[in-house]
């Protein structure tokens, strides 16, 4: 009874779909609002406090920077500049903004909003601000020319600009909403709440509503000056686990599930649904915090032992059934300057002999919490009982709790976390965003975290000059730089990358258009139904 | 249930009275639990953390109920659950019962002052619905199944205060206990020696009921992530690890059957314990 039911059911929703593209009522489709299932873990939604996977989607389809990232995921195409030049030692950069470019509300785009949004980004002292690391004055012409003085050469500058968080915002409505620019940003600036209920940005989408923990729902830009978004309404439906993304997408209550992991994939049978596994530059891993409260032990060489404990095919087999590939240094593989580097090694003989030496041959435990999350595909709690298993072969007992996201955010800052793990998805393509996030450079923020606030020194010198370099540097001089970079990264042994899992994209066959994206993980505007 | 009790109510040649086929069959049940619990380690397949083979392989002759998702084998997991769940479970009732009965007593037979503000501090305590009491207590103190412990005594414990409460308002009318308070008994050994001695019917019944509803709820706190941490073989941390993978049946079927079998065999037990300690009551 019920497969006739079902027959029946498909017939007349295979016939409805037959006669609407006969009709010239096909426009209807592409009306319908497009539902992604997705994991929301938004932890604002302000363009210069957001830091997520998730607000890459958001910032890329409400806002737009002055360039973008081609879909060949290395490329800079123009976007809302139409040209810019660089002065011989990449200090100085030029650009003229799209005559035609105007925001939500129907306003230009002028150089104005360009200084005021890059200002802010610097100036509000939040996680994407380092990339306005040496910015130091930004001058405006005219209306549609910014010229940007940095304090030392950055080659990578014009890479950063197609980062989701460089997106320009309309700095007068945003002003009126409480929003600075100023250097006391980071104290008097109250425009957050504002901006988790309004977008103020000149990209094809709006934001419609955020619901926090439920859903993001984006409407088009009726003034937008490109080409129109195919889809008039997107939502983004907060569905926690892989499982129920994929009975979403099953059931059809979802058209796109955004963070299926290859277990569940391989149980999705449907002839309606496509999945495809793509290399990502995403990855999973592990750090040290020799400055957090109870992680005096883990001086270089216990780091360097625990590292050499660890089973890192086996921990990609067991977290993603094998689905993804080992990852050198935290700057990813196929980023400038990875060709070549070593692959982690698992040495257990290694790993007794320095801690043997070093009198700990009986282990200590640590006591650490992990953020009770399932990213790309990896359970993070998952993944640390693998790494509990592997680490007690050389006697270090690690107690794990799990504990929501945003309160590992708050641990990792204080009283810090000895050994954890998380995940890193980039913003544009270059690898000095790694350096800026991951190394021990003055201020970045693992080297703030890892070092409980400067308890202790971990600062590296060599990777100080070498960035300093590689930013004046370019091609293949740029790509040595970097490599030598990673090479003292991976030293450093803070950051132990351990999986660069395979995305899955997994979509009903009627939408077009999805593809990855290395800033922006999925540019919506793309997206259509055939 | 009730028809299986009164069916057994007869009495039958060569076992005691109390041997009704519920408090039997409970009986052997919790037997059962509390051998593996304490043997278990002596002839396991496997550590229950150990990674005992492939992941995700559905119930087979080397793995009785498969492996999850870290290859660890669900039948060794499930059967050393027990040994986190029924210590916690009667360590829960025990110090409940203690705090509860202590409490309830003093407030029944002293009255006054003393008995309205403990019944208001109880009368507090129940307002609020268990399971909701004890998240925010263990989220207060920290998730741990120690912390979950302990946000259980603060549940439980006002149930058998007023439990025992009515029981010494009821007995400490009895003619024997006037009779002890003529002939000169302190207050505190009328108390001890004449009325608690026959308030322990209903205590025991429900304490063994409680039982089942305890392993429950340390099993509740743990799927949400409140009580025990990974990779402890606890049964609502293995259920919520099965809930991850939802088609994979097997991972959460262990925990589940053992915790229906667990809580069937306290209600079987408490069942059988009413019907014969205390008959009023059913």
Redesign the interface.
Known sequence: MKSHLRSLILAGTGAALLAAAAMPGVAIAQDQPLVIARNLEINSLDPHRAFCDTCQIYLSSTYQGLVRLAADDRSIEPLLATEWTANEDQTQFTFTLHPDAVFSDGSPVEAKDVKWTFERLKNVQADPSFMMNGLVSIDTPDDKTVVVNMESPNSEFIGILAAPYAGIINSDVATENGAIAGEDAASADQAETWFLANSAGSGPYVLDTYRPDDELRFRVNENYWGEAPAISEIVIDQVA???SQA?MLQSGSADIAMQVDP??AS?ISSPDITIETVPSYNFIYVMFSPGAQGAELLDLEVRQAMAYAIDYQGAI??TV?GEGALQASPIPNGFPGTDGLPMPEENLDKAREILASKGLEDGFTLDITVA?L?VYGV?L??L???L??DLARINVAI?????ASAVWREQTANPGIPFSARFYAPDYYGSAQYVQFFGMLPDTFWERRASGQGKVDLVNQRQVELFEQALAASGDRMNELYHEIALEMIKDRIIVPVVSPNLILAYRNEIEGVRYSACCNLPLAELSRK | MSLTASGNRKHRAGLPQWATLPVMLGGVILLYWIVVGLTIPLWAPYEP???AGM??QPPNAEHWLGTD???RDVFTRTLYGVRYSLPIAGMVIFCAVLIGCTLGAIAGFVGGIVDSIIMRLVDVTLSFPPILLAMAVTAALG??LGNAAIAMVIVWWPIYARLMRAQVLTVREREHVEAAVASGATRPRVLVKHILPLCWSPIIVNATMDFGQVVLLVASLSFI?LGA???TPEWGQMIS?G?????RWWIAAGPGIAILSIVLGFNFLGDGLRDFLDPRSK
Not at chain 1, 399 to 403: C, K, L, R, W
């Open positions: 686990d892989a499982v009975q277990d569940t149980t087999d067991f059934g009770s399932n359970d709690t998952l640390m009982q693998k509990q298993q107690n794990i709790q799990p504990v | 953390t150990m990674l992941r995700f998702a870290l290859g998730p741990g992530g941490a990974p990779p690890d809930a991850l993978h939802f088609y």
